[in-house]
């Protein structure tokens, strides 16, 4: 024991020293501060994940992995070229995320933080899990629809969350069957138009409002649903199906490419591959889903 110890002392004596481990107290104070930085840290990290920043940050944990490198090896050029463009960067960001910025702001004014503080974790119920009955369910409605040359648009959430595009459409919260589908994009109804976008096996929202890809390569025959279709693969990790109003065909958009004109069986197979299996957990944590479901579910009656 003596041999771990001996060296592990004396990497913190000369490397740690500044921590003065000797003279080091704890007061409620400090605890206090722990608390509320652990808090506003939480929080800030669910923020990060629920908006685009969430990419952006793994991006950026890429370049100061390169500029630790560049330190490393003292890159003198590299180094002060990144100096230079901090200050810009740290603007820049904040121009590109200022509507995500003021949504976090205005949802930390309407919200009453010692109610989230106690009872958040209690309340939040987790999404249903996709399953293959989804799976079956989104191809008949896309093939049902095909028949009759119905237009839609189906987008389905992987890692990447979507609430931006949720917030613009009309909120559903409603569990996906194929006859809910065809019913949304029958024309003229008040819900056809814009994009369903589905979350586990739940119909989040529709009428939702995508963004164009600026693609160039893509066919100038395609219409605005199949560009949303690619815009919105762009930009996350989402699997988007179109069915077209003029010909038909239902179509595939996933990490910017768009597969056309595909059949059932092909839609069904990347279905299963790309949603499912991102969605697949172990017992162990289905388990403990379904169990904090449950008490989420017990706590809303005894509210009741």
């Known amino acids: ?20 481990l000797d003279k080091l ?27 685009r920043a969430w990419a952006l940050l793994r991006g950026l944990l890429v370049v100061f992995v390169f500029l630790a490198v560049a330190a490393l090896f003292q890159m003198n050029t590299i180094l002060w ?78 890692s990447t969350p979507l609430n931006e595009y949720i917030r613009s459409g009309i909120t559903l919260d409603s ?33 939702c ?18 560009r949303a279709a690619v815009g919105v693969s762009e930009t996350s990790d989402s699997v988007t199906i179109v069915v077209s109003e003029e010909t038909g065909y239902v179509s595939l958009a996933v990490g910017g490419v768009l597969h056309r004109n595909i059949d059932a069986d092909f839609l069904k197979e990347k279905l299963n591959n790309l949603v499912g299996a991102s969605n697949n957990a172990s017992p162990l944590v289905e388990k403990l889903r379904r169990r904090l479901k449950d008490v989420a579910k017990d706590s809303k009656a005894d509210n009741k």
Not at 119 to 148: G, H, W
Not at 185 to 200: K, M, Q, S, W, Y
């Open 175 to 207: 569990l996906l069957s194929s006859q809910l589908l065809i019913n949304i994009f029958e024309h003229n109804t008040p819900l056809h138009d814009g994009a369903v976008i589905v979350r586990g096996n739940r119909i989040v929202a529709a009428t």
């Open 25 to 51: 107290t704890i007061s409620v104070t400090d605890v206090i501060e722990i608390i509320i930085i652990g808090f506003i840290l939480y929080h800030f990290l669910v923020w990060l994940k629920n908006s």
């Open 81 to 158: 070229l990144a100096g230079k463009l901090f200050s810009v960067a740290v603007i820049a960001l904040v121009i590109i995320f200022q509507p995500e910025l003021r949504h976090a702001l205005e949802s930390l004014g309407r919200t009453n933080l010692l109610a989230a503080f106690f009872s958040r974790n209690l309340q939040k119920e987790s999404p249903d899990d996709y399953t293959e009955k989804t799976t079956n369910e989104i191809v008949k409605a896309c093939f049902e629809m095909s028949k009759v040359k119905t237009g839609a648009l189906i987008v389905i959430e992987r």
């Open 209 to 226: 409002y995508l963004p164009l890809s600026d693609n160039l390569r893509l066919s100038k025959d395609l219409g605005t649903r199949h």
């Open 1 to 20: 024991m003596k041999e771990i110890i001996a060296p592990l002392y004396a990497f913190v004596d000369q490397y740690l020293y500044w921590l003065n």
